[in-house]
């Protein structure tokens, strides 16, 4: 039986390369053309599969109802929160959960820092878009046109000196986030917080969330925040294995080339 199941599993992911015939199922499968026929038929009374008028089989329209609905009712905040505390009783730091609605980046967890200094952020309310690393991740994952539209039409408040200046600058920090897979807030909004994060993605690969850990220079230093980037990449891997359902996705499997931690706080810091 479990061969059995394998097999029609086996069926879809060669069917979402493209209509096939029964032959070149029965081909990818290794079974005799009968055997294929039983489990195209399953599938097909399921709606998996619809076979076209060609005679070649395709994935069904319930296929995708089921996915749609599965996506639906996911809830990345119940997902990551576990996921949340364990990095927070790891490091001691605040770590929050961010994502973008509406044309704004919002908070929508948070766990409190062990020490005695809180931040003042709160879930629900949004963050400084053009400054914040949950911000940068999830901006950064926007499609080119969107995602230079957004930025031009943004203003861009001078919390510190560190902040991003104009929409040149924060399009280059963008393609930066982009390309290392993970981001920073260094004073970037307030001069004595500093912040580090890394995305969330959903089983298309596409940032549904990012999480990180903030911390004030009271506590630690940036330096010594920007050591945590691993735990912070790693949590937010395990929070996207199991938001996607997929046991082997790994950040890394989106990251093209890799930049060490210490560089690119440099490059944040000129």
């Known amino acids: 039986m479990s061969q059995t199941v394998d097999r029609a599993l086996s069926i879809l992911p060669f ?99 062990r020490y005695p200094v809180r931040m003042y952020s709160r879930i629900g309310k949004p963050v400084a878009i053009t400054v914040a690393a949950v911000a940068k991740l999830l901006l950064a994952d926007l499609p080119e046109p969107e995602r230079r539209a957004l930025a031009e039409r943004l203003t861009y408040p001078t919390y510190t000196s560190r902040s991003t200046p104009n929409a040149a600058a924060f399009l280059k920090e963008l393609a930066v986030v982009r390309e290392q897979g993970w981001a920073t807030d260094l004073g970037g909004h307030e001069e004595s917080i500093n912040c580090v994060g890394a995305p969330i993605r959903g089983a298309d690969g596409r940032v549904v969330a990012a999480c990180s850990v903030s911390a004030p220079n009271v506590v630690v230093t940036a330096e010594e925040l920007l050591t945590l980037l691993p735990q912070v990449r790693r949590t937010a891997e395990a929070i996207s294995r199991e938001y996607s359902g997929s046991p082997h996705m790994s950040q890394e499997s989106h990251d093209s080339r890799k930049a060490t931690p210490d560089k690119r706080a440099e490059e944040t810091s000129s």
Not at 23 to 35: N, P
Not at 42 to 66: K, P, S
Not at 79 to 91: K, M
């Open 15 to 113: 069917l979402a390369e493209g209509p096939a015939n029964l032959e070149q199922v029965a081909t990818r499968l290794g079974v005799h053309k009968s055997t294929a026929l039983r489990l195209l038929r399953t599938l097909h009374e399921h709606g998996m599969v619809y076979r076209q008028q060609d005679q070649r089989y395709r994935l069904g329209a319930r296929l995708f109802a089921l996915a749609q609905e599965a996506v639906e009712n996911l809830d990345v905040r119940e997902i990551a929160h576990p996921h949340l505390v364990a990095l927070n009783e790891r490091c001691g730091h605040t770590v929050h959960l961010a994502v973008y609605e509406e044309n704004e980046v919002l908070y929508i967890d948070k766990v409190e820092s």
